[in-house]
């Protein structure tokens, strides 16, 4: 004869593996309706994605943060179609400071790296 409590074990182990597999199910369901949603948004032609998620004045925005112009031109960045870009030398500072600010390497830096990790 059971008592009491062995049944309440019962119940209790029962209904814990119950919901357990229940979370589970819910959990892997829910992870594949995000990812087909990112799969759908990265097949998305780049100018359809950004009319719809991406707003100008975020890009601005940012921007601005990265790539301030001189004082004076508060509001303003120096990423712009037809402003100049000067690249980084001995003489002059690289302006805008892409490569110092995104950490970002041209194939001239990388060339130059690998000619100075060939002297060694």
């Known amino acids: 004869m059971s008592s009491n409590a062995d049944l309440d074990l019962t119940e209790f182990v ?3 593996i119950q919901d ?4 589970i199910t819910i959990t892997s369901k829910d ?4 990812y087909y949603e ?7 032609d780049f100018d359809v994605f950004r009319e719809k998620y991406i707003q100008q004045s975020d890009v601005d925005t940012k921007l601005l943060e990265l790539f301030p112009l001189e004082k004076g031109s508060e509001g ?3 990423i712009n179609v037809g ?3 000067l690249y980084d030398n001995e003489k002059k500072q690289e302006l805008p400071s892409i490569q110092n600010n995104l950490d970002y390497v041209t194939s001239d830096t990388q060339k130059n790296l690998s000619s100075l990790l060939q002297k060694r």
Request: glycine share 0%.
């Open 14 to 16: 029962s209904k814990l």
């Open 20 to 23: 357990t597999f229940n979370a």
């Open 31 to 34: 992870q594949a309706e995000v």
């Open 38 to 44: 990112l799969k759908r948004l990265a097949s998305l």
């Open 76 to 78: 303003l960045h120096a």
């Open 83 to 85: 402003l100049p870009y």
